[in-house]
């Protein structure tokens, strides 16, 4: 990534005093790959949504086009659950099921508008005889018609914002207010599979006892990162991330992340008035007495029952002289089922300094998997009902942790190479 923050100690400058229980920080936005790094992803089509009732018709797609696919990506999904609530005559049981999933209160007008806000993005990609091709509602208002058409073209590697980046305008609403923004979104791909990415980020620096902080956060990132403040940064390690209700640190002092507030255009964070208690602990004991499920912490009960044998596995189950190896994983998860054979050789490799356990989210038949990939390391069904995993925050397969001797998690989200390297160089 460029070094653009040279500037930046003088620029979008917040300085807070924590005297109060709660404060919030506004961040910026900045244009390009920002903490998370490159990244890029899919989504399902919008006709295969279980939301897609909430999902606005576009008209005028290409008629000459083959192989159309329509795609929605959700900006802010409370607001469009809930202007959709308030939007229909009748509620259907799915939608009903979405409000009590999310928590929502109808009757906040706080956090949420009735007025139906553009806070998501129709997409349509479809093929010709020149090739395929894209079209982004860049305006927001449901019609193909007068947007550009542009070429999808193979999965872009560079880090930089594209030269013709394609803005796109959406809403939010905010002490009362609409406010309108835009970003940008690029699309690509790969294997005829499209991916999308949006290469900017929010940024701001945070002024405490002396010291500089970066608050910064990827656009449709998961978490937040803190960090000192550098004249620049690249891509940040995995364990610096900070999801909301977790920690982190402001020189010798912890803080909570309590929420994200429009994908990042605002972070809440509560300080010591209101986690006296936590703060000592956390300070006294280095974190590694309080339990949260992120890299320095102490890793959060985690048990069930063993498919291979019947046993139930806990945490205190495991020989203190070992790591632990949790591995969040799902039947269906292409990157997961490759990887599989390759932690099974590290697991049997290793097994007296490491102990594998995976968490598998079962879609299809586990034991035909098992079987395949000749799996011998504790596997517990995530759906089972004596399963214990509530504190771990999985938002993705495959998500994994690294525990070390006293159950204190060391990384997050390693793949096999990762943590075999992880073995060799910190273990051998």
Not at 231 to 247: C, D, H, I, K, T
Not at 392 to 407: A, D, F, G, V
């Amino acid at each position: 990534m460029k070094k653009i923050f040279l500037l930046l100690y003088t620029i979008f400058s917040v300085t807070l005093l924590f005297s109060q229980e709660k404060a919030v920080i506004e961040l910026q936005k900045m244009d390009g790959y920002g903490p998370h790094g490159k990244t890029s992803f899919g989504i399902g089509e919008k006709h295969d949504s279980k939301r897609k009732e909430l999902y606005p018709a576009v008209k005028n797609i290409p008629e000459n086009w083959n192989d159309v696919r329509e795609y929605y990506y959700e900006l802010n999904p409370k607001q469009l659950i809930y202007q959709s609530v308030h939007r229909l005559d009748t509620m259907s049981s799915s939608l009903a099921k979405l409000l009590e999933t999310e928590e929502m209160d109808l009757k906040d007008s706080v956090n949420y508008t009735e007025e139906p806000l553009a806070c998501g993005i129709n997409i349509v990609v479809g093929r010709d005889s020149l090739g395929m091709h894209y079209i982004i509602d860049r305006n927001q208002n449901n019609d193909f018609g007068d947007d550009v058409v542009r070429s999808l073209v193979g999965r872009n590697t560079s880090s930089s914002v594209p030269n013709n980046p394609d803005y796109v305008f959406y809403q939010y609403w905010y002490e009362g207010k609409v406010h309108n923004d835009t970003l940008i979104i690029s699309l690509s791909e790969i294997n005829n599979n499209v991916f999308f990415s949006f290469p900017q980020f929010y940024l701001s620096t945070l002024k405490y006892q002396d010291n500089t902080y970066y608050f910064c956060k990827n656009i449709m990132g998961r978490g937040a990162f803190v960090v000192p403040a550098i004249p620049y940064f690249s891509a940040l390690p995995p364990e610096r991330r900070v999801l909301e209700g977790q920690y982190f640190n402001l020189g010798e002092d912890t803080f909570k992340l309590s929420r994200i507030l429009y994908d990042g255009k605002f972070i809440e964070i509560e300080g010591a008035a209101i986690l006296t208690d936590t703060i000592k602990t956390v300070k006294e004991n280095r974190n590694i007495h309080q339990a949260s499920d992120q890299a320095g912490f102490l890793a959060p009960a985690l048990s069930g029952r063993d498919v291979l044998n019947g046993d139930l596995w806990t945490l205190d189950s495991v020989d203190k002289d070992k790591l632990i190896f949790i591995y969040f994983w799902s039947t269906t998860c292409g990157p997961c089922l490759q990887d599989l054979p390759n932690l099974t050789r590290i697991a049997n490799k290793y097994n007296d300094k490491v102990e594998f356990v995976g968490i598998c989210d079962v879609r299809t038949d586990l034991n035909t998997v098992l079987n395949k990939h000749n799996i011998n390391w504790p596997m517990i069904k995530l759906q089972d009902a004596e399963t214990e995993v509530n504190k771990y925050n999985i938002y993705k397969y495959p998500s994994s942790y690294l525990l070390n001797s006293e159950r204190v998690i060391q990384r997050v989200d390693m793949r096999s190479a990762q943590l075999e390297e992880f073995i060799i160089e910190n273990i051998l």
